[in-house]
């Protein structure tokens, strides 16, 4: 799953990719809304999800600009790998898009049983049981 990192003053927030376009800014029609961050305009930039499954970064014409990596975002999208830095205004985002490995799976797994309403202890029963057949 990919997410965004950042900070609001010592604050660390993650906010998960989970839609296709990812508005950012200062408007609440946005899919970030950041009021902290003066420098925004209300619709400040976009992370759009493309076919192949990856991300890419466009300005929407800001103000301030859109920077990636210290580079400067235009209108044509960019495309986001793990790690990349994105700077809107004052406000640093960290793009983070690592696979999935087993532990990941796994707890994935346990926390959708518990939402079914399954306990802990019964799912990872059955986790640790499916394991040891052959």
Not at 63 to 75: A, D, F, K, P, Q
């Amino acid at each position: 799953m990919a997410t965004l990192e950042y900070f609001i003053g010592e604050q660390q927030h993650e906010a998960k990719l989970d839609a296709d376009e990812n508005a950012i800014g200062r408007s609440k029609e946005c899919w970030l809304q950041l009021l902290h961050d003066p420098e925004l305009s209300r619709v400040h930039c976009t992370i759009r999800r493309q076919p192949d499954g990856s991300f890419a970064l466009t300005d929407e014409g800001s103000t301030n600009g859109t920077h990636l990596n210290e580079e400067r975002v235009g209108s044509a999208p960019l495309s986001l790998h793990d790690g990349d830095r994105i700077r809107i205004g004052t406000t640093a985002l960290v793009f983070r898009d690592q696979p999935f490995g087993r532990t990941t799976l796994i707890f994935s797994e346990v926390q959708e049983q518990m939402q079914r309403g399954d306990g802990f202890h019964t799912i990872m029963g059955k986790i640790l049981h499916r394991r040891k057949k052959p």
